[in-house]
């Protein structure tokens, strides 16, 4: 697919038809079943508990209540979990509206990737709603340090991040990648990227009642000196590119379609909505535009495949 100066302004989208999901979830390790909905327009992206009274907890920057080895959202005390993997596929198919029904506390993991999800809606169908899309286009610099992670976003006629990420192991130590956020991209280059882990730090995650779903058929696990699960990487550079995959989850988070350019250095999910938060309170450095240079990207993309 090419994209073009002069390209209009893309309507919104939802599902043609509805999905059933089952899976684990990876810190629970309960089975959770999911049902995904059409959604009118303007919806957004809404998750409802159907276990807890069916709260509804919108998918935005301001239901995030927690980053710790994952994304969580809530809403009245109820959360939901695990989210990154998900929004990332309705944001790299340009899903804008659609209803999540979910019985338990977080998405099942799947693979450890986007790949499902991004499939299944495939399936389904895309739906065009009569709705246009604006998007929030990056004027300035915008910067957030911690510590050794930082993480940027500077002005792009389009979507693109740049990530590195540095471990001393001996299965790789600094992997780096630049990508144009479009569509085609996101199938093929990021959304079968899965989650990793460290065998070192089960033992940690399972005391505090976290990956107690994790298997080697859910995640990429480093041991002491190898990759436990063998040489079947998807990716030479498989890690980083999961990271830009949270990261266009996260990211999606902000609502809107963003034109700018992401560079992170050993960021996480805390750091992406740290991020979105200075973005929101930096109004001098962005505006709204109604009218696009060239084909949006990440959720400002129609799904043509």
């Known amino acids: 697919m090419a994209f073009f100066l002069g390209y209009k302004m893309r309507l919104q989208n939802t599902l043609k038809n509805e999905i059933i999901i089952t899976g684990n979830g990876l810190h629970t390790g309960h089975i959770i079943n999911m049902r995904l909905r059409p959604a009118p327009r303007d919806s957004g992206i809404i998750f409802i508990r159907t276990d807890k009274r069916d709260i509804r907890i919108k998918a935005n920057v301001g239901s ?15 959360r939901v979990g695990t989210v990154e993997h998900l929004l990332a596929a309705f944001a790299g198919l340009n899903i804008d509206n659609v209803y999540i029904e979910i019985d338990g506390p977080e998405v099942p993991i799947m693979d450890g990737s986007a790949l499902p999800f991004v499939n299944k809606i495939m399936e389904a169908g895309i739906a065009k709603q009569a709705k246009t899309v604006s998007f929030l286009r990056i004027r300035e610099p915008i910067v957030v340090m911690e510590g050794p992670s930082q993480i940027a976003i500077t002005p792009c006629e389009g979507t693109r991040i ?24 996101f199938i093929s280059e990021i959304a079968p ?76 999910h805390t750091l992406h909505i740290k991020l979105l938060k200075k973005i929101l309170s930096s109004r001098d450095s962005w505006e709204i535009a109604s009218e696009p240079v060239i084909a949006p990207s990440m959720t400002g993309l129609a799904a043509q495949v």
């Open 193 to 268: 990227a899965r989650t990793f882990g460290f065998l070192r730090d089960v033992e940690m995650l399972r005391s505090k009642g976290l990956a107690k779903g994790g298997s080697l058929e859910n995640a990429i696990v480093l041991g002491e000196k190898e990759v436990l699960n063998g040489n079947k990487l998807r990716f030479k550079d498989e890690f980083v590119r999961h990271k830009i995959l949270d990261a266009i989850g996260d990211i999606s988070l902000m609502g809107l379609p963003i034109y700018g350019h992401i560079i992170a250095n050993k960021s996480g």
């Open 64 to 78: 995030v209540v927690d980053t710790t080895f994952a994304t969580t959202l809530a809403s009245e005390g109820v």
């Open 162 to 185: 740049t990530y590195r990420l540095f471990y001393t192991h001996p299965a790789f130590g600094e992997q780096k990648l630049g990508i144009d956020v479009t569509t085609r991209k």
